[in-house]
């Protein structure tokens, strides 16, 4: 059977997928039908999340470093409540198509750094950058490995995967103008796919 794409969405908690979050925490069996339309569109548009957040509130984010620059939730009545925290304006929308009308000029503004993000990342030689713990999922595929950062459309590729990681680092260096020699003391947490995992000797 064919997974939809809400399936694969990874809550900031255990022992809870997606659609008993949102049943628990965001209005209940009625707002579920919203909920999914909202995880199927969202839950592969590189750089979005869903999170929990102040007192259990589900969210869906696009931003770096746990930045929310853009955000969407269900409403009590099955609405999607908009928010754009660089302009500060929001909007309750009927339908995800309109929410993807709203999305679309503004992501990809928003999956870059704000300008408050990279004043910190910047300060105390790259501190934050260097502390934060950044995912890839790697895959293999024709010789190479794929190291792709969720919160970017770029993937890094190498023959082997230390190459691969590493030109994943140097693109979030270049997206933060850090240089690039930082690029291997960034923190890498790697899920690895089944055929990376082949590759490398794990799985037989």
């Known amino acids: 059977m064919e997974r939809l794409p809400y ?12 659609r008993n979050v949102c049943e628990d925490f965001g209005g209940g069996f009625d707002a579920w039908p919203a909920w999914e339309a909202l995880g199927n569109f969202l839950a592969h548009r590189p750089g979005w999340h869903f999170d929990v957040v102040k007192h259990g509130e589900p969210l869906w984010s696009l931003g770096l470093l746990g930045e929310s620059r853009l955000n969407v939730s269900v409403e009590d009545d099955g609405s999607y409540h908009c928010y754009d925290a660089d302009r500060d304006d929001d909007v309750t929308l009927s339908s995800v198509g309109d929410v993807e009308s709203w999305v679309e000029p503004r992501e990809d503004e928003a999956r ?14 790259w501190r934050i950058l260097k502390a934060h713990l950044f995912q890839l999922y790697v895959s293999w595929s024709d010789g190479y490995f794929a190291a792709t950062l969720p919160a970017l459309t770029e993937t890094g590729f190498g023959r082997t995967l230390a190459e691969a990681v590493n ?12 240089p690039i020699e930082l690029a291997p003391q960034l923190t890498m947490l790697l ?3 089944v055929a990376a995992t082949r590759r490398l000797g794990f799985v037989t």
Request: aromatic letters at 8%; hydrophobic letters at 40%.
């Open 191 to 193: 899920e690895l796919d």
């Open 167 to 178: 030109h994943a680092g140097q693109m979030l260096c270049h997206l933060f103008g850090a």
């Open 112 to 125: 870059k750094p704000s300008r408050v993000l990279l004043g910190m990342a910047r300060s105390d030689d």
């Open 7 to 18: 399936q694969s969405v990874r809550v900031n908690f255990a022992n809870s997928d997606y």
